[in-house]
């Protein structure tokens, strides 16, 4: 699927939602960084990659269920069908 050029329209608590947890997802990452600097122990640093792993399927998760209640049903009651098979590439890449 090719990169759309549609937006979407969030809150400014949306956006404030969504960047704190990137923010906390960047601090984990330069945590990594950090550990490995610090010739921290392997498992300590596979542990922070899963942790880091699981904050962005949180991530993910949230954009979808909030593009699934939005985008989604305003392109459905709006007979764009195709919303359809978007959706349905959506869970085939988040769950790979």
Same mark, same amino acid.
């Given at each position: 699927m090719?990169? &759309?050029?549609r !937006?979407?329209?969030?809150?400014?608590?949306? !956006? *404030? *939602?969504?960047? !704190?947890?990137?923010?906390?997802? $960047?601090? #984990?990452?330069?945590?990594? !960084? #950090?550990?490995?600097? =610090? =010739?921290?122990?392997?498992s300590?640093? @596979?542990i #922070? +990659?899963?942790?880091?792993?699981n904050?962005?399927k &949180?991530?993910?998760?949230?954009?979808? /269920?909030n593009? @699934? &209640?939005?985008?989604? %049903?305003?392109d +459905? /009651?709006? =007979?764009k @069908? $195709?919303? %359809? =098979? $978007?959706?349905?590439? @959506?869970? /085939?890449?988040?769950?790979?």
């Open positions: 090719k990169e &759309s050029c !937006k979407k329209y969030r809150t400014e608590e949306e !956006k *404030k *939602k969504l960047t !704190k947890r990137i923010n906390i997802i $960047e601090g #984990q990452i330069n945590g990594i !960084k #950090q550990m490995i600097n =610090d =010739d921290r122990y392997c300590d640093i @596979l #922070q +990659i899963s942790a880091i792993n904050s962005l &949180s991530l993910g998760n949230e954009i979808l /269920k593009h @699934l &209640s939005t985008c989604i %049903v305003n +459905i /009651k709006n =007979d @069908l $195709e919303a %359809v =098979d $978007e959706i349905i590439y @959506l869970f /085939k890449i988040m769950n790979k």
